[in-house]
């Protein structure tokens, strides 16, 4: 076989260091932006926080960044508080305990904050009057609850998880059992929806009106009520429609989930990368300073390398090379969020002026030709970054959806259809709810076609129960 040499020319996309580095730094949300900065600041004495009032005149990534858009901002309000989750038959079920302003703050809830369910529990145990055993099986009992205050294992299943030596009689599992659902929060240690209630409903006092009615429902009759079958509970119940409405008002004051109150993860707070404000007629938006970190050079270290360029100080020339890149990068990362935000507003203007309901059909092509860059960038780009305007705060993904096409050729944003599906949906006769076949006919009669089924589809995501389930007595 014949050896020989050719020479080929051929083509190849080679990723730097440096462009690793930004396209990393692009998808990562504000939160692990700062973390990331902070883990990089740690390993590279080059690199180090800038202040806010620092007087030097060393340029950081956050005065760059910031400064690439000054706008007035116009007052922002805060968003608006999500709605409940719990929804459907149960309307404001587990809302107890909020602060509104006036002195019956409950301080329970506040306190539950910072404890977990089983520790809010074990505190009691410590303090009931019970032999040490029966003070062993309750603890065991408190460590097979869920987080929502359930014991959605069968005593049996548990006494099966223990070693042979320690014999418990049923007896026993038993009461133990009773002494954690006397436990405070009411309803704790319920096997089921039904027994929660019912527990709850008997530390009321004996005389609370429909008391003993609302009792008898929850224990033999919650499906029917769930079903929304007024005509079976009414005739179970022996009772007309002014009193199903008062035992129905009573049960749906009660908490589904007990231990709900208790948290063991911390809160994840959202700091939005972008703001918008309405300038004169038309919409803007600029970079949120506190989501912007403010990075530079460290001065003492920088004029060593100045005075000294010898091969002995070569990993710390290096270092300065990276702090230089992570500052450029960043200071790229928020130019390109702020142009695609700018992107998004200008073509969604109608949404900050009117609403959900005047959102138009957005995709992400659109918006990279608009700034010039590639549709996987753009999806890096609106994935965890916020944005904060008049209206709440938004996912910068939220302005982007599919479309439905109209009788007049144009197309309805899906984001849109929710809203007017929302909007019809809260304005209905709860005696006679509108249906999946009238919504859809209400649409058509405005021009917007959608199938049945895809009203059936959306309506789901906003979390809006069938039309069986919202009607009232």
């Known amino acids: 076989m014949k050896q020989s040499l050719q020479l080929k020319l051929s083509q190849q996309l080679t990723l730097t260091p440096q462009l690793q580095q930004s396209i990393r730094l692009l998808q990562l949300s504000t939160q692990e ?15 180090e926080r800038g202040n806010a009032g620092d007087a ?7 005065d760059e960044a910031a400064g690439r858009e000054e706008t007035e901002s116009a007052e922002i309000p805060s968003a608006a508080p999500t709605a409940d989750e719990d929804g459907g038959w149960w309307g404001e079920a587990g809302g107890r305990g909020q602060h509104n302003g006036d002195d019956e703050f409950d301080y329970a809830q506040a306190a539950a904050e910072s404890v977990t369910l089983r520790q809010h529990l074990n505190g009691q145990l410590g303090l009931v009057p019970l032999p040490e055993r029966d003070k062993t099986i309750v603890a065991l009992l408190i460590d097979a609850l869920n987080d929502d205050g359930y014991l959605t294992m069968a005593l049996e299943e548990i006494a099966a998880l223990l070693p042979l030596d320690m014999e418990i009689e049923p007896i026993e599992w038993q009461t133990a059992l009773k002494h954690l659902q006397n436990f405070d929060p009411a309803g704790v240690g319920a096997r089921d929806l039904s027994e929660c209630l019912a527990l709850q409903l008997a530390c009321l006092p004996p005389q609370t009106p429909y008391g003993k009615a609302a009792l008898t429902l929850v ?4 499906k029917a009520l769930a079903a929304r079958d007024y005509a079976a509970l009414k005739k179970a119940l022996k009772c007309d429609d002014h009193d199903l409405r008062e035992i129905q008002t009573l049960i749906t004051r009660l908490n589904p989930r007990p231990g709900g109150n208790f948290n063991s993860e911390e809160p994840r707070y959202i700091i939005p990368d972008v703001t918008v404000s309405k300038i004169k007629d038309s919409w803007h938006a ?16 920088a004029d060593i390398l100045q005075r000294n360029r010898d091969a002995s100080f070569r990993q710390l020339a290096g270092q300065l090379q990276e702090a230089k890149w992570l500052i450029k990068n960043i200071q790229q990362r928020f130019d390109t969020i702020l142009r695609v935000s700018q992107a998004i507003i200008d073509r969604q203007r109608h949404f900050f002026e009117h609403g959900e309901v005047a959102m138009r059909p957005l995709v992400l092509r659109e918006i990279a030709e608009a700034v010039g860059l590639h549709e996987s960038t753009i999806s890096r780009v609106t994935t965890h970054k916020y944005m904060l305007t008049p209206r709440g705060i938004y996912e910068l993904k939220y302005f982007f959806g599919s479309h439905v096409a109209t009788e007049t050729g144009g197309a309805c944003s899906a984001t849109a259809i929710r809203a007017l599906i929302k909007q019809m949906v809260g304005t209905e006769n709860s005696k006679k709810p509108l249906t999946d076949s009238q919504i859809t006919k209400i649409l058509a009669d405005q021009g917007i076609v959608v199938a049945r089924r895809t009203i059936a589809k959306y309506r789901e995501l906003l979390q809006i129960p069938p039309v069986n389930l919202r009607k009232s007595i």
Do not use: C, F, M, W
Not at 56 to 62: E, F, L
Not at 219 to 222: G, S
């Open 286 to 301: 600029s970079l949120n300073p506190e989501a912007v970190p403010k990075l530079r050079i460290n001065r003492l270290y």
């Open 56 to 62: 030097s005149d060393q340029p950081t990534a956050g």
């Open 219 to 222: 224990r033999h009759h919650l």
């Open 33 to 47: 932006l700062d973390q990331e900065v902070e883990g990089l600041i740690q390993q590279n004495p080059l690199l």
